[in-house]
């Protein structure tokens, strides 16, 4: 257990918020179910995870009405760039979603939100990471042109983020500083990649990312040597900053935001529940203190080789990277014990019970991936050892299994 300690006193619990993805209707209401004050969502045109099941117009209005309702704000993102003739439609939308009572957009195009603060003065306005805000200056040119919050790059060590809050509470300057706690991060700077549209022509600042920093490369060194590196030398592991938010709470953040517009619905559950678990803790004991079943929870749900607090502390070095793997890993949970030739079940001997239905796959020399499945078949041999299936390849004893998805979990 991680136990931190406050500095800050007489926090009130109103100037924190927690703010959570939602991709779509099932998201939303999980976000609204688990705590959550406040949630991102898209609609159908201008936001930069295209590829989530997003909002039309009238299913907007109802998840407005519905967490209204419950005391929550709901944000909309129009966070890509725009071309010239994507202005006035895009304007229009702005006003539609004025019009309809959302609490906030969030915007990286300046000129789309030159447009709106001119337009619009009383819709709220968040600058998006993808603007790259990463110090003082350029904060302040933000919140002069009409934003009322920062949203600010990932890249940032907790000093930078201090002195940011600082100076949107400095009484000459009136803004709000949001920082993203968990979830996915890029290699790149926040918005500065252009890997995507100039190998795919598919822009992550236009909604389209392929995500080709986590692909598979090969790396080479002076003179053409191939180097003996991971074969994804470019893909990051998830953040998070479970055991930070109090650090994060006393530099003066006023929003922790949760990634994941592509993430399911019970992703936002467990996360969004774990985190509003730990930031009234702080808040009410002045202490944070994570138990290793939330700490399991987390990794169960989503990681890509545990966990990285990414710059928080300055650099990472290699805990930044995820290595050979950048799906969801799950938990090991032991080793294969036997196999027996023609069967597709394994005995195993594990730190954790197996069940049917359970995620599980197989790994052999050099973290390789051998098999995977869902358990159809448990049968307990004796202390800790079970016999599973059913797993296709070749596996030998001495293999890692890692439950890689928890019926248990998910039904919760």
Do not use: W
Not at 76 to 88: A, F, G, K, P, R
Not at 118 to 140: C, F, N, W, Y
Not at 362 to 369: H, S, T
Request: charged share 25%.
């Amino acid at each position: 257990m991680a136990k931190v300690n406050s500095k800050r006193k007489n926090i009130n619990d109103n100037d924190i918020e927690l703010l959570v993805p939602a991709g779509g209707r099932e998201q939303f209401l999980a976000a609204v179910e688990n705590g959550a004050d406040a949630i991102y969502v898209g609609g159908q045109l201008f936001n930069a995870r295209a590829g989530a099941q997003n909002f039309n117009d009238d299913e907007l209005v109802l998840a407005l009405d519905y967490a209204h309702r419950r005391g929550v704000k709901v944000y909309v993102t129009m966070n890509t760039l725009l071309s010239d003739d994507e202005l006035e439609p895009a304007l229009r939308y702005a006003s539609f979603l004025h019009d309809s009572g959302v609490d906030a957009i969030i915007v990286q195009d300046l000129g789309l939100g030159e447009l709106v603060h001119r337009a619009l003065p009383d819709l709220e306005l968040h600058m998006s990471t993808q603007a790259t805000i990463t110090d003082v200056g350029s904060a302040k040119v933000a919140h002069e042109l009409g934003y009322k919050r920062i949203v600010v790059a990932r890249e940032l060590a907790l000093p930078e983020i201090a002195d940011i809050c600082r100076a949107g509470s400095d009484g000459a300057s009136d803004f709000e500083v949001e920082v993203f706690v968990h979830g996915a991060i890029c290699i790149c700077y926040s918005g500065q990649c252009q890997f995507s549209r100039y190998y795919g022509g598919r822009s992550g600042n236009r909604g389209s990312c392929a995500q080709p920093c986590r692909l598979a490369y090969t790396s080479y060194g002076e003179g053409g040597r191939q180097l003996a590196l991971a074969s994804h030398p470019m893909s990051p592991r998830d953040m998070c900053l479970l055991d930070e938010l109090g650090g994060l709470i006393d530099a003066g953040a006023a929003s922790f935001k949760i990634e994941g517009r592509l993430k399911s619905a019970e992703y936002v559950a467990i996360v969004t529940s774990i985190y509003r678990k730990y930031i009234d803790m702080y808040l009410e004991e002045g202490y944070i203190e994570v138990s290793d079943e939330d700490r399991d929870a987390l990794l169960q749900i989503f990681n890509r080789g545990e966990f990285t607090d990414a710059y928080l502390k300055g650099e990472s070095g290699d805990s930044l990277m995820s290595g050979d793997i950048v799906k969801n890993q799950g938990i090991e949970i032991g080793r294969v014990v036997a196999t027996k030739k023609g069967s597709t079940l394994v005995d195993i001997e594990v730190t954790s019970e197996p069940s049917i239905g359970d995620g599980a796959e197989i790994y052999g020399r050099d973290d390789a991936p051998l098999s995977s499945t869902v358990l159809s078949y448990v049968k307990e041999l004796g202390p800790n050892r079970y016999r599973v299936g059913d797993f296709r390849g070749t596996i030998s004893a001495g293999d890692v299994v890692r439950r890689t998805s928890r019926k248990s979990q998910l039904e919760a």
